[in-house]
T-cell receptor, first 119, second 111 residues
């Protein structure tokens, strides 16, 4: 249980285009979702925290107009990289926190990540 | 805010030997300390965790120890196997707050 599906797993786009990454909790309701960015051989850096139905809270230095986050339902959050440039190329990872139906266990699970390459 | 330091950044051990990775944290209010394993091109996977009211936890070949006074916690892997090769991250969190990750340790198990 407590599976988070992230899609796409990899994407290549042209500079100036926008890319959307989806993060879904498959068997639990994710009251909170987190978006991370990870450069090669580095740790995960939190970009923003989103609670269902409210605006995301961005970490210092993260452009909210550049990285649009939507958490419209308890099972889906999206990250849209707008007007992507080569420096936005990175590994983006989501995680979701919530209660598993049936067991009531409070879980925090990570997606498999999405590798974005901007040409 | 919380700051987590992790050492070493790289670790190479012979298959069958033990591996130890250490982390320190700064916020004494942190009360949950998970460890994650990340394989190349994949997301982090929780391998073991410990809460502040426990000093040690073990799950087969993996164990975690916590010293609240010194504010440090460690991951111990015994009888290492080639499939243990990965990057390991420690993290600290207070309540329902955000995770703060360490810098990561690249563990290589030599056959």
């Amino acid at each position: 249980g407590a599976v988070v599906s992230q899609h796409p797993s990899w994407v290549i786009c042209k500079s100036g285009t926008s890319v959307k990454i989806e993060c879904r909790s498959l068997d639990f309701q994710a009251t909170t979702m987190f978006w991370y960015r990870q450069f090669p051989k580095q740790s995960l850096m939190l970009m923003a925290t989103s609670n269902e139905g409210s605006k995301a809270t961005y970490e210092q230095g993260v452009e909210k107009d550049k990285f649009l986050i939507n958490h419209a339902s308890l099972t889906l959050s999206t990250l849209t990289v707008t007007s992507a440039h080569p420096e936005d190329s990175s590994f983006y990872i989501c995680s979701a926190r919530g209660l598993v139906q049936g067991t009531g266990a409070n879980v925090l699970t990570f997606g498999a990540g999405s590798r974005l390459t901007v040409l | 805010g919380e700051n987590v330091e992790q050492h070493p950044s790289t670790l190479s051990v012979q298959e069958g030997d033990s591996a130890v990775i250490k982390c320190t944290y700064s916020d004494s209010a942190s009360n949950y300390f998970p460890w994650y394993k990340q394989e190349l091109g994949k997301g982090p996977q929780l391998i073991i965790d410990i809460r502040s009211n426990v000093g040690e936890k073990k799950d087969q070949r993996i164990a975690v120890t916590l010293n609240k006074t010194a504010k440090h916690f460690s991951l111990h892997i015994t009888e290492t196997q080639p499939e243990d090769s990965a990057v390991y991250f420690c993290a600290a969190v207070q309540g329902a707050q955000k995770l703060v990750f360490g810098q990561g340790t690249r563990l290589t198990i030599n056959p």
